[in-house]
């Protein structure tokens, strides 16, 4: 028999996905994925980090091309 554990973090997933689907519900598709970004980039932890991503993917693109 399986322990009940103590953090799920499948079900905390859904949740926030359940969270996201009714936030922007009623938006077309693109729009909502340009909301969401914005808000991302906003934050004060994840804005930097996917800036720095983004540099970083630019700056491989003209190694290889």
């Not at 009940?4 to 519900?25: G, T």
């Amino acid at each position: 028999m399986k322990k009940k554990k103590a953090f799920d973090c499948v079900e905390m997933k859904w949740k926030i996905q359940e969270k996201l689907r009714k936030q922007y519900a009623g938006m077309p598709e693109e729009e909502a994925r340009r909301a969401q970004m914005e808000k991302v980039m906003k934050d004060p932890i994840l804005g930097p980090f996917l800036r720095s991503l983004n540099q970083r993917s630019a700056a491989e693109g003209k190694q290889r091309g």
